[in-house]
């Protein structure tokens, strides 16, 4: 069950199905980003980047595809399924609005292909009420991160950091499906995320609900510890850490709490290949090292920079310990 | 009724304080580990040599390994290079180099007698660290050093590393190697799991199948008769084709059985330690190019060059597919292309560039097992193609998916 932290931030009570959807069309999109805008249903991270952003861009291009994601970042969490389990109605209006607001023609909804039947029995009856797709995938990380997932869903090629909708794709998760699910049916305001936070140190998961603008120092101490510095922000292996002012808002809603592994020393590159192998967008990594040794601007461009979705996954597999994953984010910050 | 609502699977909470075992950002792979998790592959083939080359074959593997980690501590004190030198890729290059040579160097002896072959083993060991310092200390470089190691000692030792002796099948494990006839015996022909009739010797005189393979199709054979056709060949004067295949012919310790090497190799695949692009189109290629290749379809005077031999009349699919049969099994390719083909330095890191070497690969060691040697064609093979891998590796990059 989620636990409330933050003042107002209980979580809501999930919506009667028999609560009819607002009609809507193309033509009500400029008035329903603003609509949204307002009721601060915002997101921006992996699984729903720039929603207002992607909305804004389908006034301009053809949609074609409106998916929402239930992939999980961590699959020992499953914050998006939790989601959908309880919240499959405001889920499936969602789907359904963004649908006839853009104007798309397939409407699907995405889910691991393993996942528990309580998670799915619910969107699954939500679905099929609504005339929705539920695609199932066998779910290996990164597959949540949009690079991967268009590929894999719709063979679409998507730069990393840019937005799904210049591929004819508005892509949502669950919890902003869910917030623009509640704004359609019920009108409601968003006041507080669902957030869930995977604590290795003692080895339990915590699932909240947090007022939006909480400091993320508070959630940690609603969870028992106050060390900022043992966070990491979405799945570990993308090594990211929090600044020491962070809110919870409209960013990653998934958190690991866990010690930093020890350093190492890296060994030299021993040519096994396991970071080209494991790459889920094929780049070169170990080329991109010597690209950041030597500075070498068009190696960097020649070893596919540019497709690199920093999912960590070559800096985990490296038995010399090189940093990878590190020197393609200054790569990234010298040249762009 | 609805459905009640669903708990995030928990994990059970451990002890307040307790540290967590395993990092979360690395998989705690590590470089030494790396090399140790192809050692399990060694002990398929390893275990058929002993079997068919008794207590030798294990004193001959000892030897070369005591003598690899032996000079890995003495040179790892030689200069800035001798730092960069770690001891698992090196052990397991020594053990490589051990299989690739015969149990029957494991041969006590005064070292100025002709016949004690004992000191090729640790001079082998030595030559092989000594190589790998040359080449910059590490077993990662485009000359893969165990190839090199095996033709230099190729080029010095010659026929003394040809293998004649293998164990009765009543004698496995226990037998000695060299308690054999001095020459081969006619009664001794014929399968040799059906050798095993009462015997004062251990071990069977057998011709090296490399050997006569090697004399036929580089042209240098002379028939015992008028004539010598392909077939004749294949049928007088080969051990028969499953004593390459389980084991009972003269080779290696390491190839004493194919079947042996493909468990070995299959173990690789599956532990992701090597791609399987190479083993196979190494193999495949290697067999169509031995089936186009020219070779003598018959010597009389002078040999008879067909090329694609399947077509000339009196051979025929089944002989040349026979050929290229023994071919693939006589010689290392096998080997060569599980074990040495994919380590880390000699083949290309991404998968585009794997393919052309595999192939290059497997055409170079059809040819040189033809024309030159086949107990050394795929090792000169392998130390050629090794060349092009920096160039594949600097013209290939993958293609992004985006």
């Keep these: 069950m989620f636990v409330a932290v933050g003042d107002g931030s209980a979580p809501p009570d999930a919506v009667d199905p028999s609560v009819t959807p607002p009609d809507a069309s193309p033509a009500d999109l400029p008035a329903w980003i603003e609509r949204l805008t307002e009721a601060r249903v915002i997101a921006d991270r992996v699984t729903c980047p720039d929603l207002t952003g992607q909305l804004q861009s389908a006034m301009r291009r053809p949609i074609d595809t409106v998916i929402c994601t239930l992939l999980p970042t961590d699959q020992h969490l499953r914050l998006e399924a939790s989601l959908a389990a309880t919240y499959s109605v405001e889920i499936a209006a969602a789907v359904n609005l963004l649908g006839r607001l853009t104007g798309a023609p397939q409407r699907w909804i995405v889910h691991e292909s393993d996942a528990p039947p309580p998670f799915l029995r619910p969107i699954r009856r939500s679905a099929d009420a609504s005339d929705l797709r539920l695609v199932g995938l ?194 990234r910050h010298r040249h762009g | 009724m609805d459905d009640p609502t669903p708990r995030p699977p928990e994990i059970p909470v451990s002890d307040v304080g307790a540290s967590r075992r395993r990092p979360i950002q690395h998989s705690g792979i590590t470089a030494g580990r790396y090399h140790a998790m192809h050692l399990p592959a060694a002990l398929f083939p390893l275990m058929a040599g002993f079997a068919v080359f008794g207590w030798r074959a294990i004193g001959a593997v000892a030897a070369v390994v005591v003598a690899v980690v032996a000079a890995t501590l003495v040179w790892r004190r030689v200069g800035a290079t001798g730092g960069r030198m770690r001891l698992a890729p090196i052990l397991w290059s020594g053990l490589l180099l051990a299989m690739a040579l015969p149990a029957h160097l494991f041969r006590a002896g005064d070292p100025t007698d002709p016949g004690a072959l004992w000191p090729i083993l640790p001079a082998a060991g030595i030559l092989l660290v000594l190589i790998i310092w040359i080449l910059g200390g590490t077993t990662v470089s485009a000359a893969n050093p165990v190839a090199l190691t095996l033709l230099l000692t190729m080029a010095l030792f010659g026929q003394s590393l040809v293998p004649r002796h293998v164990l009765r099948p009543t004698k496995l494990f226990t037998g000695d190697l060299l308690n054999a006839p001095t020459a081969p015996d006619a009664a001794d022909r014929g399968p040799w799991v059906a050798r095993r009739s009462p015997s004062r010797f251990d071990a069977l005189h057998r011709e090296s199948p490399a050997h006569r393979l090697t004399l036929y199709t580089s042209g240098t054979e002379s028939p015992q008769r008028a004539w010598l056709s392909l077939d004749g060949l294949l049928r007088d004067a080969l051990p028969p084709l499953e004593d390459l295949v389980t084991a009972g012919a003269p080779t290696p310790i390491g190839q004493a059985s194919a079947v042996a090497l493909l468990v070995g190799g299959l173990f690789l695949i599956y532990r992701g330690l090597i791609d399987y692009r190479i083993p196979l189109l190494a193999c495949v290629v290697a067999f169509i190019a031995l089936l186009m290749l020219p070779i003598p379809v018959v010597i009389r005077d002078v040999p008879e060059w067909r090329w694609a031999a399947w077509h000339v009349r009196g051979v025929g699919w089944a002989t040349a597919i026979t050929f290229a049969n023994y071919e693939l099994l006589a010689g290392p390719l096998l080997f060569t292309a599980f074990f040495l083909a994919t380590a880390p330095g000699s083949r290309p890191m991404t998968r585009r560039g794997r393919t052309l070497f595999a192939v290059a690969l497997g055409l170079a060691t059809a040819a040189a097992q033809l024309y030159l040697s086949v107990s050394a064609g795929a090792y000169l093979a392998l130390a050629a193609c090794a060349m092009l891998t920096p160039i594949l590796d600097r013209r290939l990059r993958p293609r992004p998916l985006v």
Excluded: K
């Excluded at chain 1, 038995?319 to 020197?327: D, G, I, K, V």
């Design chain 1, 138 to 331: 066998d779910h290996d990380y990164p597959l949540d991160h949009p690079v991967p997932l268009l590929r894999t869903l719709l063979n679409r090629r998507l730069l990393p950091g840019r937005s799904p909708a210049e591929r004819g794709v508005i892509l949502i998760d669950a919890p902003a499906a869910m917030a623009i699910g509640r704004l359609a049916l019920l009108g409601q305001l968003t006041t507080s995320v669902p957030v869930a936070i995977r604590d290795h140190e003692r080895g339990v998961n915590h699932h909240l609900w947090v007022s939006i603008g909480t400091p993320l120092r508070q959630v940690l101490a609603a969870v028992g510890w106050a060390d900022l510095s043992l966070v990491h922000i979405g799945y570990p292996l993308r090594e990211i850490s929090p600044a020491p002012d962070a809110l919870i808002g409209t960013g990653e809603l998934v958190f690991h709490i866990a010690r930093p592994d020890p350093p190492a020393a890296p060994d030299a590159c021993i040519r096994c290949g396991w970071c080209i192998d494991g790459c889920p967008v094929r780049i070169h990594p170990p080329a991109l090292l010597d690209a950041r040794q030597f500075d070498d601007p068009d190696l960097a461009e020649r070893a596919g920079l540019r497709a690199c979705i920093e999912c960590g996954i070559c800096s985990f597999v490296c038995p010399a310990r090189l940093p990878l994953l590190q020197s393609i984010r200054e790569l």
